[in-house]
């Protein structure tokens, strides 16, 4: 059958709620994926249902995620109930609890029971009302306060906002997104139908080749996003300023060349012109002479061989065919950055870091090397003494990624103990090569 469901984030108002149209059959870790996707949620967070009662109820009947199920939580886990074993006739409730320290308590209220329609989609959003609201916001108070802040019209905006940029100077991690119904049910379509045929071939073997169906979905919401329609053309100004650091390096080695250093790296006085002209006089220490202790040069000069702008031959750093190519037109410069992204190191967890941030930058990602860590950990990758991946071990292994972004100016700086985020321009240099 298919199942009319209400589904009401309690505590808000008005209240923030989204209609769904659901199979009967499906189970409710299934569901969780759903809830996950409709909310805008980012599966951060341990989760469990309940009937009878609110999760936290001594006379609820409780359905456990994975984690809690493996640490012995008294209940059932929830890959072995199906929908329509506690949701039976017009009126019967389902508790959905995500984030036990925000506790977002869903209600699932069955409003109709419908004879499934032949090829209808397995979820379908119907209808919603309210923002979505951002993760780590202190629940429904900090989901009030940031609505009030974020929403001029609303009655208390003024005096919300002034608190809100004092709290948070304006951090878009705590803005609710706003409902979009097509872009939700783009993200549902996506969960339930067969890979595309047109994935790039790194993303297809990730998504074919990862463990455990909830990190499977989890990559492909993240997929969906990243490959999501946009802006495909850049502005030729946002384009000039973001690839303006091998534009320079590319003119300054011109036609002749530049003489290297005995062990291979550009002679003080490029190093120093390199960190004048990349705006670091002052903000490294030390006279920004030596390439290794300058490490945004040395990164600068690096990439662009990988990349296939510049070779080393004879002692001397020469532009390659596609460097003199690119070397006076912007455009063709960052179409063949995108086209050589992300980088394939050696090293398998290298390949796949660099892989899993560009596409956390492309979906937009809050906290990259934190996403990356904790994709590679449930991957199944650990450090040398058997403990998760951490954040430093990510950044390690998407260095090579990270350093192109970089170059272009594709990050923030570091906010509320989170890393950085990706900008505007990494983001859309990610999608770029993306789709390459």
Not at 33 to 42: C, D, N, P, R, S
Not at 274 to 289: F, K, P, Q
Request: glycine fraction near 10%; charged fraction near 25%.
């Amino acid at each position: 059958m298919t199942y009319r469901l209400r589904v009401e984030i309690e505590g808000t108002e008005p209240p923030l709620w989204r209609g769904l149209e659901l199979d009967s059959d499906l189970f409710l870790n299934e569901v969780h994926t759903i809830l996950q996707a409709v909310f805008g949620w980012e599966d951060y967070h341990l989760h469990g249902f309940s009937s009878g009662g609110s999760y936290y109820s001594r006379e609820a009947e409780l359905y456990l995620c994975p984690f809690e199920a493996q640490e012995g939580k008294p209940g059932i886990p929830e890959e072995q109930v199906r929908l329509d074993e506690v949701l039976v006739q017009k009126g019967d409730r389902l508790a959905y609890t995500y984030d036990f320290g925000d506790d977002w308590e869903h209600l699932l209220t069955l409003q109709a029971v419908l004879p499934r329609e032949e090829g209808a989609p397995r979820a379908r959003c119907t209808a919603g009302k309210r923002a979505a609201p951002p993760e780590d916001c202190g629940g429904v108070p900090g989901y009030e306060f940031v609505s009030a802040a974020t929403d001029p019209e609303h009655p208390q905006h003024a005096e919300a906002l002034a608190e809100y940029r004092q709290a948070y100077d304006q951090d878009p991690d705590r803005t609710p997104v706003p409902f979009d119904i097509d872009a939700v049910n783009a993200t549902l379509a996506a969960l339930s139908e067969p890979l595309p045929d047109d994935l790039p071939d790194p993303i297809r073997d990730l998504l074919e080749s990862v463990p455990g169906r909830m990190l499977k979905t989890r990559l492909l919401v993240l997929v969906t996003k990243a490959l999501a329609p946009g802006e495909e053309e850049q502005d030729t100004a946002i384009v000039a300023k973001a690839v303006g650091p091998y534009s320079w390096l590319l003119e300054h080695v011109g036609d002749d060349g530049i003489k290297l250093t005995g062990a291979g790296y550009l002679p003080p006085a490029g190093v120093r012109e390199a960190a004048e002209a990349l705006g670091l006089t002052g903000r490294v220490l030390g006279m920004a002479n030596r390439e290794v202790q300058t490490l945004p040069v040395l990164n600068l000069r690096e990439s662009a061989q990988k990349s296939g702008l510049l070779r080393k031959s004879k002692g001397r750093l020469l532009l390659t065919k596609a460097g003199r190519a690119a070397r006076d037109d912007s455009r063709a410069l960052w179409d063949h950055l995108a086209e050589r992204m992300p980088p394939t190191p050696r090293a398998e967890v290298e390949r796949l870091g660099c892989l899993l941030m560009f596409l956390l930058v492309a979906a937009e990602s809050r906290d990259v090397f934190e996403d990356v860590a904790d994709i590679l950990t449930a991957m199944g990758w650990r450090l040398g003494g058997g403990d998760p991946v951490d954040s430093g071990a990510a950044h390690d292994a998407a260095y090579e990624a990270w350093v192109v972004l970089d170059v272009l100016g594709g990050w923030t700086g570091t906010s509320f103990g989170r890393g950085p985020a990706p900008t505007a321009r990494g983001v859309a240099f990610a999608r770029a090569a993306l789709h390459r």
